[in-house]
């Protein structure tokens, strides 16, 4: 079947743990307009769901994503010299600043399972999860200014925050495959393991922080962002009002009762 009689986001559930496969394998599961779309509803329906309480995305075939399929209509430039531009910015408002946002504010962890080549957005879309773990034959590009263009998806906010300033610039500058082990030595993702271990690996991770008190996890990837640009006393203070918060929930209370009687506990706030 073509990929254009398949959904480009395909979607199954293993216990807690949702799973969201990019569907373009053809293209190398290049990002288009509808595409992009889908992404962001199959986000929203695992939020909504109760029962998730981890999220982990991958590609199908060969590669992770190759980031923006240059041949959707939103972004082809056209042949004619007299035709107006294409207004990329379109695209970046309605559709990747959403989905960006929305996985970042994810009520639960994700973890993107990088299978093969994850350039420009696609690279930077697997970046914006809580955790990447990468295949050996994976890589990471910022391809964009190979076309004229700048790290979108968040990448000019995440690289240099993950890697520092003067490596972000070498990667966005030069645009050059950064091979998953590398990345993972750089401290650019999580953890690099072999290929056939990828998704074992992947789902393992989430079933751990799928049985871990969810809303004290995403409460930390968002303090963890906005201390970034705090001070220490105001990265404090926004500590103990959070705690205070999380002191009154059920997990705080399952979770030191479960360690002072020995047990698994379990774990229900989202």
């Not at 079933?207 to 105001?234: C, G, H, W």
């Amino acid at each position: 079947m073509s990929d254009s009689l398949e959904a480009a986001i395909q979607i199954s559930k293993q216990g807690p743990v949702r799973v969201l496969t990019l569907n373009r394998p053809a293209a190398l599961n290049a990002f288009t307009a509808a595409m992009l779309a889908e992404a962001r509803a199959a986000l929203a329906e695992a939020a909504a769901d109760a029962s998730v309480r981890a999220v982990v995305i991958t590609g199908a075939g060969r590669a992770f994503c190759a980031g923006q399929d240059l041949g959707d209509p939103l972004v082809k430039p056209d042949t004619d010299p007299d035709a107006a531009p294409k207004d990329i910015g379109h695209l970046l408002d309605g559709y990747y600043i959403p989905l960006a946002l929305q996985l970042r504010a994810m009520p639960v962890p994700t973890i993107a399972a990088v299978n093969g080549v994850a350039a420009g957005a696609g690279a930077n879309f697997a970046l914006g999860c809580d955790l990447v773990i990468a295949g050996e034959a994976a890589s990471f590009i910022q391809a964009f200014s190979k076309i004229g263009l700048i790290p979108d998806c968040g990448g000019t906010w995440l690289l240099p925050r993950l890697v520092g300033r003067a490596k972000a610039m070498q990667l966005a500058l030069l645009g050059d495959k950064l091979p998953a082990a590398e990345a993972a030595s750089l401290g650019l993702i999580a953890r690099c393991v072999p290929d056939a271990e990828l998704m074992s690996t992947a789902l393992a991770t989430a079933e751990k922080l799928a049985a871990m008190p969810s809303r004290a996890l995403a409460e930390t990837r968002r303090l963890i962002d906005q201390a970034m640009d705090q001070d220490f006393e105001d990265a404090l203070r926004v500590e103990a009002m959070v705690q205070s918060e999380l002191g009154f929930a059920h997990d705080y209370r399952e979770g030191v009762q479960a360690f002072m009687a020995k047990r698994a506990p379990q774990f229900k706030d989202r």
